[in-house]
């Protein structure tokens, strides 16, 4: 009788297990999986934080430090500044550099130059409008329709009034859009007239004035970044993860998913003949299971690489996709917070904090987000 009981147990028991056993072992398979998809992070070739890409006279631009990078599409030069680089900005004959020059006092200073076979630099020149020596702390500099646009303000320990300027490679003009502390630079494009993008709103640039856009929030949307997709339509991006559609007023079309908040990376991409418009997201919580996310988002665009659907997409997640293997991603470009964007000559560039240039290449026989190295892997 005691024998009975004793199997009895057991035999309960195996039940019990064996379905346990079953999903530890299916969990598990799923772990494996992932870990044998995740690549050792390189050493980076352009460390740091890196400034945001500009492509001028068919070459990649970006900087980190005091060193400019540029790529032809199949290697890496320098050229090396006497100061700190903070951002680039280019029109078609002018490639623009902000350098961080001193702290005590702030000193900042714009440099150009049309990067011929000399590659000298000369100081913008203000003396044709002495206004602009008095805003020393120059935030953003951005370009659109081979104009220069500049976010100043004057050094004021107790106010934040920020000035947007214009520079068309020779002369100054000041910018009618009202300084305040929500007039900070954030962007500009062009796409028959130009819009300015700034943190309390966007205008329209014309020869008069600029003109506000209205939109329909019912609180005004804190912008960070601008674009102009390819079908020749405007869209800007805000803090909280909203897409506007940007024409004579700012109309709602997309979000992020999960109430993400989005880091001011925006860029498009063509693959595989499908348009897809990416944004840097920021981590809002840490999970056991993912760690910490970053990365990026897409929404995947009609044909024509306008605006369609409502709602961005994790990488790799659905089909289409700008990447092929969601578990690369989440496991090596996913966790790095991206600060900017681009694809050029068909290959994605991020510029991360901290990690330094990552790039979406073949690695191992297969595409993979890794860190962008000065040898270029053809058929590893």
Request: hydrophobic share 35%; with cysteine; aromatic share 12%.
């Given at each position: 009788?005691?024998?009975?009981?004793?199997?009895?147990?057991i035999?309960?028991?195996?039940?019990?297990?064996?379905?346990?056993?079953?999903?530890?072992?299916?969990?598990?398979?799923?772990?494996?999986?992932?870990?044998?998809?995740?690549?050792?992070v390189?050493?980076?070739?352009?460390?740091g934080?890196?400034?945001?890409?500009?492509?001028?006279k068919d070459?990649?631009?970006?900087?980190?430090?005091k060193?400019l990078?540029?790529?032809?599409?199949?290697?890496?030069?320098?050229?090396?500044?006497?100061?700190?680089?903070?951002?680039l900005?280019?029109?078609?004959?002018?490639?623009?550099?902000?350098?961080?020059e001193?702290?005590?006092?702030?000193?900042?200073?714009?440099?150009?130059?049309?990067?011929?076979?000399?590659?000298?630099?000369?100081?913008?020149?203000?003396?044709?409008?002495?206004?602009?020596?008095?805003?020393?702390?120059?935030?953003?500099?951005?370009?659109?329709?081979?104009?220069?646009y500049?976010?100043?303000?004057?050094?004021?320990?107790?106010?934040?009034d920020?000035?947007?300027?214009?520079?068309?490679?020779?002369?100054?003009?000041?910018?009618?859009?009202?300084?305040?502390?929500?007039?900070?630079?954030?962007?500009?494009?062009?796409?028959?007239?130009?819009?300015?993008?700034?943190?309390?709103?966007?205008?329209?640039?014309?020869?008069?004035a600029?003109?506000?856009?209205?939109?329909?929030?019912?609180?005004?949307?804190?912008?960070?970044?601008?674009?102009?997709?390819?079908?020749n339509?405007?869209?800007?991006?805000?803090?909280?993860?909203?897409?506007?559609?940007?024409?004579t007023?700012?109309?709602?079309?997309?979000?992020?998913?999960d109430?993400?908040?989005?880091?001011?990376?925006i860029?498009?991409?063509k693959?595989?003949n499908?348009?897809?418009?990416?944004?840097?997201?920021q981590?809002?919580?840490?999970?056991?299971?993912?760690?910490?996310?970053?990365?990026?988002?897409?929404?995947?665009?009609?044909?024509?690489?306008g605006?369609?659907?409502?709602t961005?997409?994790?990488?790799?997640?659905?089909?289409?996709?700008?990447?092929?293997?969601?578990?690369?991603?989440?496991?090596?470009?996913?966790?790095?917070?991206?600060n900017?964007?681009?694809?050029?000559?068909?290959?994605?560039?991020?510029a991360?904090?901290?990690?330094?240039v990552?790039?979406y290449r073949?690695?191992?026989?297969?595409?993979?987000?890794?860190?962008?190295?000065?040898?270029?892997p053809?058929?590893?």
């Open positions: 009788m005691k024998s009975k009981k004793i199997f009895i147990c035999f309960l028991s195996l039940i019990i297990i064996i379905p346990l056993l079953a999903v530890f072992i299916s969990c598990n398979d799923d772990i494996f999986h992932t870990i044998s998809l995740e690549e050792k390189r050493t980076a070739f352009i460390k934080s890196p400034t945001n890409f500009v492509i001028f070459s990649l631009y970006v900087a980190s430090g060193t990078y540029i790529f032809d599409g199949s290697s890496w030069t320098t050229h090396e500044m006497d100061s700190k680089i903070i951002q900005a280019a029109t078609s004959s002018l490639l623009y550099v902000l350098l961080f001193d702290i005590t006092p702030l000193k900042f200073t714009i440099k150009k130059s049309s990067f011929g076979s000399n590659r000298n630099w000369i100081d913008i020149k203000v003396s044709n409008y002495k206004e602009f020596e008095d805003y020393t702390e120059i935030e953003n500099i951005q370009s659109a329709n081979n104009i220069l500049i976010g100043a303000r004057k050094p004021n320990k107790n106010t934040i920020s000035v947007i300027f214009k520079y068309d490679g020779n002369n100054f003009a000041k910018t009618s859009i009202p300084a305040g502390s929500s007039s900070s630079l954030r962007g500009a494009v062009y796409n028959g007239e130009t819009f300015i993008c700034t943190s309390g709103g966007i205008y329209r640039d014309n020869s008069a600029p003109i506000p856009l209205s939109d329909d929030s019912s609180s005004k949307p804190d912008y960070i970044g601008i674009i102009k997709l390819e079908d339509t405007i869209a800007a991006i805000t803090r909280n993860g909203l897409l506007y559609q940007i024409d007023v700012a109309t709602k079309k997309a979000e992020f998913p109430s993400r908040r989005a880091s001011g990376a860029a498009t991409c693959v595989d499908k348009y897809f418009l990416l944004a840097g997201r981590d809002i919580s840490y999970s056991t299971s993912s760690g910490y996310t970053f990365g990026y988002v897409e929404l995947e665009l009609n044909a024509s690489g605006i369609e659907k409502d961005f997409k994790v990488p790799g997640t659905e089909d289409p996709s700008s990447i092929e293997i969601n578990e690369r991603y989440s496991s090596s470009l996913g966790v790095v917070p991206v900017h964007l681009v694809q050029y000559k068909n290959t994605l560039f991020a991360t904090h901290q990690k330094g990552w790039s073949d690695r191992n026989n297969a595409p993979s987000w890794n860190s962008e190295e000065e040898e270029i053809v058929n590893e």
